[in-house]
T-cell receptor, first 110, second 111 residues
Framework: QKEVEQNSGPLSVPEGAIASLNCTYSDRGSQSFFWYRQYSGKSPELIMSIYSNGDKEDGRFTAQLNKASQYVSLLIRDSQPSDSATYLCAALYNFNKFYFGSGTKLNVKP | KAGVTQTPRYLIKTRGQQVTLSCSPISGHRSVSWYQQTPGQGLQFLFEYFSETQRNKGNFPGRFSGRQFSNSRSEMNVSTLELGDSALYLC??????????FGSGTRLTVV
């Protein structure tokens, strides 16, 4: 059983639109959640982290966490072609073990 | 500030051989984690080290092992290589377990 689930996509949105990426997790013991962006052929880079229920905003990015529903999401406002990448959701367990989802591929069309 | 450095970047090995991959974390980072990334399985956690101690291990066979040195540098070893071990191996380091920074990875091809 996968601990973190993501829709593999691809998710296609027009430039300037809001892209909504979703993630669910199975273990209620997870403490923290992270979104990473991975461009093709590159290593993942951290975009956002969220630890508490609610929303967390950073520039064009908003992470949302609902622990009761075991649901994490990432909203990208004013999507740009440069946002086209695979977005990985990760959950932290036991304070030192990360589980990653399989990633959602986002295509932003000019 | 130097990032996470992984060597070598590319490696080709034959089935049955063993391989050692190296990771130098960001200066001051004591937590180092290793991941295997394949198209079919995504990113899978191998193990995590902190101050030379393995604190957690993923669901990989005993052929996969690692260690961390006193300077926080880490090595990962895979013995008796199988074709299915072909993957991108990523190392990530963290100061406080939040915001892991990944290295560029070592792409291992087993033939």
């Amino acid at each position: 059983q996968k601990e973190v689930e993501q829709n593999s996509g691809p998710l296609s949105v027009p430039e300037g639109a809001i892209a909504s990426l979703n993630c669910t997790y199975s273990d209620r013991g997870s403490q923290s959640f992270f979104w990473y962006r991975q461009y093709s052929g590159k290593s993942p880079e951290l975009i956002m982290s969220i630890y508490s229920n609610g929303d967390k905003e950073d520039g064009r990015f908003t992470a949302q966490l609902n622990k009761a529903s075991q649901y994490v999401s990432l909203l990208i406002r004013d999507s740009q072609p440069s946002d086209s990448a695979t977005y990985l959701c990760a959950a932290l367990y036991n304070f030192n073990k990360f589980y990653f989802g399989s990633g959602t591929k986002l295509n932003v069309k000019p | 500030k130097a990032g996470v450095t992984q060597t070598p970047r590319y490696l080709i090995k034959t089935r049955g051989q063993q391989v050692t991959l190296s990771c130098s974390p960001i200066s001051g980072h004591r937590s180092v984690s290793w991941y295997q990334q394949t198209p079919g399985q995504g990113l899978q956690f191998l193990f995590e080290y902190f101050s030379e101690t393995q604190r957690n291990k993923g669901n990989f066979p005993g052929r996969f092992s690692g260690r961390q040195f006193s300077n926080s540098r880490s090595e990962m070893n895979v013995s008796t290589l199988e074709l299915g071990d072909s993957a991108l191996y990523l190392c990530a380091s963290s100061f406080d377990l939040y915001g892991y920074t990944f290295g560029s990875g070592t792409r291992l091809t087993v033939v």
